[in-house]
Each structure stands twice: as C-alpha cells, then as structure tokens.
C-alpha cells in the first residue's frame, strides 16, 4: 500500500503585506512632512491698512473697517485664497 501524501501548501505571498507596509510608510511620511514643514504665509501687505485715510480694505476673502477701537475683520472663508489688499472707502478730504 502506498500512502499519498496530500501536497504541501504552496508558501503565501507575503506581497500583500509588503502593499500595506508600503502604503503605511508613505501615509506617514505625507503626515509628518505636512506637519513639519514650514509653513508659507504671505505677509498681508501693511500700506493700504497703516493708510490712516483708507477707512475700508479688503484682500478679497476679508473685508476690514478702521474703527476708533482699532481695526474689525470679517472671517475669511475657508477656502479663500487672499489677493493683493486694496482700499474701498477713502476718508473724504
């Protein structure tokens, strides 16, 4: 009588590990180089609000009003991408 031997599994791939190593290694490297990163802000230009004769400004995404307590912003919203400053209301004389 012979006996048979069933065949051996075939070894698993380990290449659906090896995937998700992969794309854990590079969710991290995304996270940490997002939050290591400098961040860049452009500096609001400061002439139009300093003009003590421009009473109203806006960037585009804010809108800002010289008041006797100081200046009052609006929120911006959150997607706004802010433009170059600009004067809408001149003191008049």
Same mark, same amino acid.
């Given at each position: 009588?012979?006996?048979?031997?069933?065949?051996?599994?075939?070894?698993?791939?380990?290449?659906?590990?090896?995937?998700?190593?992969?794309?854990a290694?590079v969710?991290?490297?995304?996270?940490?180089i997002?939050?290591?990163? /400098? *961040?860049?802000?452009?500096?609001?230009?400061?002439?139009?609000?300093?003009? &003590?004769? $421009? @009473?109203?400004?806006? !960037? %585009?995404?804010?809108?800002?009003?010289?008041?006797?307590?100081? /200046? *009052?912003?609006s929120?911006?919203?959150i997607?706004?991408?802010?433009?170059? &400053?600009? $004067? @809408?209301?001149h003191? !008049? %004389?």
């Open positions: 009588m012979s006996t048979a031997h069933a065949p051996s599994p075939a070894p698993r791939s380990s290449s659906g590990a090896l995937a998700a190593w992969g794309i290694v969710v991290i490297a995304t996270v940490l997002g939050a290591l990163a /400098p *961040a860049h802000h452009t500096a609001p230009a400061r002439s139009v609000a300093e003009d &003590p004769a $421009c @009473l109203e400004w806006t !960037d %585009g995404c804010t809108v800002c009003q010289r008041r006797a307590e100081g /200046p *009052a912003c929120l911006p919203g997607a706004c991408q802010p433009g170059a &400053p600009q $004067c @809408l209301r003191r !008049d %004389g």
